[in-house]
């Protein structure tokens, strides 16, 4: 190999090491924005579940943790820490008023301190009162009523007839009723084969206080029974959740079905 050819060579060689080396620099410079453009995201630190909570739960240091949301998703219900910095440690205690998903955030509604309240003080909604109604399995949709369903309250009454018959009136009094408990169970199954039957001989009402008034009058008037009202929203013809039927005076009932039956005692 002549002199000429290998200096060519080395000449070559010294380019091509020239050429990986700015492919290197080029790249590693690409890079560079992508991080600084990741740390320049503006987001706020949030309170959310560390990990599946029931509701009625009473809330401890492992059922929480913090992380950083983008600003633009935050909702002014989410508990901040930068709007409240000890909310971790604060809300240890405290009651969730519903269910949580593992790493969905705390609302500021949905948690309430008991503040030296029971347990069912801290579920009830702001200005409900807890109501317990007897019942059995035929009162109550065969068992299968389980704690924060929906229901309608109905009362039969039975009146006695000129001819020795008996008229029996079947009223729908109250619509939409949250149920908080029945008989010692206050959580919601959620999980397993088959629906849980649940035999109680009490159910608690979330009423407000008019609701009450109207629930204790028609107890006095015959025998009250539930009825499990459907997942799906309805909005025709009511006031409101867990109320009474619009359109009516206090203490009245609106009836749905009546008969006479003859020949009773």
């Given at each position: 190999m002549s002199a000429r050819q290998l200096i060519v060579l080395v000449v070559a060689a010294i380019a091509a090491i020239g050429a990986l080396l700015l492919i290197r620099g080029m790249g590693g410079s690409d890079s560079a924005p992508e991080v600084t453009d990741a740390a320049a995201i503006a987001g706020e630190q949030v309170l959310v579940a560390a990990r599946d909570v029931?509701?009625?739960a009473a809330l401890t240091p492992s059922d929480l943790a913090v992380v950083l949301f983008?600003?633009?998703?935050?909702?002014p219900s989410f508990v901040r820490l930068s709007a409240q910095p000890s909310a971790q440690a604060d809300l240890v205690g405290a009651v969730t008023r519903r269910a949580f998903a593992q790493g969905e955030p705390i609302t500021t509604g949905a948690v309430v301190q008991p503040e030296g309240r029971g347990f069912m003080a801290a579920q009830l909604a702001p200005g409900y009162r807890a109501v317990s109604l007897e019942i059995d399995?035929?009162?109550?949709?065969?068992?299968?009523?389980?704690?924060?369903?929906r229901v309608d309250v109905l009362v039969t009454t039975r009146i006695d007839t000129?001819?020795?018959?008996?008229?029996?009136?079947?009223?729908?009094?109250?619509?939409?009723?949250?149920v908080l408990a029945l008989g010692e169970t206050t959580q919601t199954q959620t999980s397993g084969e088959?629906?849980?039957?649940?035999?109680?001989?009490?159910?608690?009402?979330?009423l407000t206080a008019e609701d009450s008034r109207v629930l204790a009058l028609a107890n006095e008037m015959g025998d009250l029974s539930l009825a499990l009202r459907g997942v799906q929203i309805e909005t025709v013809g009511m006031a409101r959740p867990g109320g009474r039927i619009p359109a009516q005076?206090?203490?009245?009932?609106?009836?749905?079905?009546?008969?006479?039956?003859?020949?009773?005692?």
């Open positions: 029931p509701q009625g983008p600003s633009d998703s935050v909702s399995a035929q009162t109550a949709a065969g068992g299968y009523i389980q704690p924060n369903d000129p001819d020795g018959g008996e008229q029996v009136n079947s009223n729908i009094i109250l619509e939409d009723v949250r088959a629906p849980q039957v649940i035999q109680a001989a009490v159910a608690v009402l979330e005076q206090s203490g009245s009932v609106r009836v749905h079905a009546f008969g006479t039956v003859t020949g009773g005692n």
